[in-house]
């Protein structure tokens, strides 16, 4: 079992839609909690991040992150074509060795 | 503007020719990560450097890659000899171990999308 699972999808939306993307963990060291978008031929981009527990919000985006059941989500209100690209979750412990670990990456289409 | 840059961005090869790979990191940072992307297995760390020193190589296949950073301003990634296996798209990212909005936050390249025939 991996350490930080995420359903690959594809999801596809239409546009206005809102979007929830969700990753599960094993490993309660982790305290940072990111989300980085990675459109298409590119590299990822870090998105958004979450320190421990609970919601972050930043325009239609939102984090969660639930320590007592090992869950974190996003949400995309209204969501846009623009918005149409991979999400990974990654997460990494309190110390600053390199322990960052990344989901698969949720393929998110968001049509017209 | 700051960005990592990456070069080739396309590489297609025979099995068993050299690949390599080259990563200029953001000017400043202190640490270079290299990772492998595909579709079954996701973003796979490969190795990480800090201060040009490796950490941590243990996701690299040793008989075959080998990750070097010859001075701050340039990393590499080689492979020898290729195999088809070794089909991926391969990203650098650099950091600072002490800053970024997350400790040690990663900006990736725009990676170097690989075939070997």
């Known amino acids: 079992q991996k350490e930080v699972e995420q359903d690959p999808g594809p999801l596809s939306v239409p546009e206005g839609a809102i979007v929830s993307l969700n990753c599960t963990y094993s490993?309660?060291?982790?305290?940072?909690f990111m989300w980085y978008r990675q459109y298409s031929r590119k590299g990822p981009e870090l998105l958004m991040y979450?320190?421990?527990?609970g919601n972050k919000e930043d325009g239609r985006f939102t984090a969660q992150v639930d320590k007592s059941s090992k869950y974190i989500s996003l949400f995309i209100r209204d969501s846009q074509p623009s918005d149409s690209a991979t999400y990974l979750c990654?997460?990494?412990?309190?110390?600053?060795?390199?322990?960052?670990?990344f989901g698969a990456g949720t393929r998110l289409t968001v049509k017209p | 503007d700051a960005r990592v840059t990456q070069t080739p961005r396309h590489k297609v090869t025979e099995m068993g020719q050299e690949v390599t790979m080259r990563c200029q990191p953001i000017?400043?940072?202190?640490?270079v990560f290299w990772y492998r992307q595909t579709m079954m297995q996701g973003l796979e760390l490969l190795a990480y450097f800090r201060n040009r020193a490796p950490l941590d190589d243990s996701g690299m296949p040793k008989d075959r890659f080998s990750a070097e950073m010859p001075d701050a301003t340039l990393a590499t990634l080689k492979i020898q000899p290729s195999e088809p296996r070794d089909s991926a798209v391969y990203f650098c990212?650099?950091?600072?171990?002490?800053?970024?909005?997350?400790?040690?936050?990663?900006?990736f390249g725009p990676g170097t999308r690989l075939t070997v025939l």
């Open positions: 990654a997460m990494r412990g309190e110390n600053n060795n390199n322990d960052m670990r």
């Open positions: 490993n309660s060291a982790f305290q940072y």
């Open positions: 000017l400043g940072h202190n640490t």
């Open positions: 990212a650099s950091g600072l171990a002490a800053g970024g909005r997350v400790p040690n936050e990663q900006f």
């Open positions: 979450t320190y421990s527990s």
